[in-house]
Each structure stands twice: as C-alpha cells, then as structure tokens.
T-cell receptor
Framework: AQSVTQLDSHVSVSEGTPVLLRCNYSSSYSPSLFWYVQHPNKGLQLLLK??????LVKGINGFEAEFKKSETSFHLTKPSAHMSDAAEYFCVVRQDSSASKIIFGSGTRLSIRP | NAGVTQTPKFRILKIGQSMTLQCTQDMNHNYMYWYRQDPGMGLKLIYYSVGAGITDKGEVPNGYNVSRSTTEDFPLRLELAAPSQTSVYFCASRKTGEETEAFFGQGTRLTVV
C-alpha cells in the first residue's frame, strides 16, 4: 500500500527567500508523484508531476521538485517566494501497479511574510 | 472544454436528509474519483471508478454510495446525512495511463445541520 507524509503542516517564509516543502512517500512499486496547489476557496491545480523520465522536475510558477528514491522523498522548492505563492500544497502519490488509487498527503500551508 | 463539473457548489442539508452530488467530465476519462476535504486536512478518497459499471471503495466510504452508468457521470449519494459529513467534496478524473494526472472540479461545500 502507498502512503505520503508531508513533514510540515505550516511553513512561513519571507518574500524573496527560498521555499522548501517536504514530502516523503511509501510505495511498494515505482510511484507517480505529484504536487498540487490549492488557493483559498479554490479548486486544486497541478504544479508538477514526477513520472520516470527525470528526477528533477520543473513545474509552473518557478517551482521544482526532486525525486530521491534512496530517501523516498519528493520535496518541493522555489528559489524566491512571492506573495502569490501563499496557499495550501499537497503531495500526492499514485502506485502504478494498481493504477487506480490516488492518495493525498495532509497538506502544507505556506505563508509569505512581506 | 468544461473539464470536470460539479453541482451544486453549496448545499445545506438537515440531519437524515439525502442528496446526490453530481459530477460530470467531458474529457472521456476512464478514471473518476470522489474526495472529501475537512478543514485543515488533506483530501480523503471516498470512492473511485476505473470505468463505466465499475466502482470501488476508497479510504472513507461509509455513509456514501456511488454509481457509474456512463463514462461521463459519477454521482455521489448521501442517504442519511450526518453532521460528520459536513465537508468540501471534490470530484476528479484522469485518463488511462501510468503517468497521467488527475483533473479536479471546483468542489461542493456541504453543511449538515
């Protein structure tokens, strides 16, 4: 069975400083991993996805994530935070052997200080 | 292209009432999902479907039922609403393939009083 753990429920950074949102996964097979963003009272938008082509994945709005199999991690980063990045971020895993269930992490709320 | 459409957007139910949350997608996706999101929490999988006529339970199926008579539609039924079912419900779909992402509707905010 697969699972995903987001290590921080809330992260606060100053505008212009780097962002790191941490995610660890557990999967018996090679997983597909995703990061979604949810702005207040909005739906979910795909930021980026890891498949198998490259371990460093670039997404929208300057975000990127690196898949590290040895650490079972898929942390999300951005070099310089912007006020518009304030939102809830979800790490998501899909176990390809079953190809069905998509499991969400509990989310990390990102706050940006002026 | 409308994507994934959920109706209604908001609903207030009394305890014991029943209702159906509608979800339809126009992308010809085989896979569809229902999630609930409680305040400050992640999304929990209620039910999912891998194609018309096939449904399966997710993490939190109790109190809900689904059906999938067509590829486009995946309604979620609450038979006897309870306060614990107060939540925001999201429907999602994705196409067949190992590396495909899910597309989400805008959500239905349900309050049971």
């Amino acid at each position: 069975a697969q699972s995903v753990t987001q290590l921080d429920s809330h992260v606060s950074v100053s505008e212009g400083t780097p962002v790191l949102l941490r995610c660890n996964y557990s999967s018996s097979y090679s997983p597909s991993l995703f990061w979604y963003v949810q702005h207040p009272n909005k739906g979910l938008q795909l930021l980026l996805k890891y498949t198998s082509a490259a371990t460093l994945v670039k997404g929208i709005n300057g975000f990127e994530a690196e898949f590290k199999k040895s650490e079972t991690s898929f942390h999300l980063t951005k070099p310089s935070a912007h006020m518009s990045d304030a939102a809830e971020y979800f790490c998501v895993v899909r176990q390809d052997s079953s190809a069905s269930k998509i499991i969400f992490g509990s989310g990390t709320r990102l706050s940006i200080r002026p | 292209n409308a994507g994934v459409t959920q109706t209604p957007k908001f609903r207030i139910l009394k305890i014991g009432q029943s209702m159906t949350l509608q979800c339809t997608q126009d992308m010809n996706h085989n896979y569809m999902y229902w999630y609930r999101q409680d305040p400050g929490m992640g999304l929990k999988l209620i039910y999912y479907s891998v194609g018309a006529g096939i449904t399966d339970k997710g993490e939190v199926p109790n109190g809900y039922n689904v059906s999938r008579s067509t590829t486009e539609d995946f309604p979620l039924r609450l038979e006897l609403a309870a306060p614990s079912q107060t939540s925001v419900y999201f429907c999602a779909s994705r196409k067949t393939g190992e590396e495909t992402e899910a597309f989400f509707g805008q959500g239905t905010r349900l309050t049971v009083v």
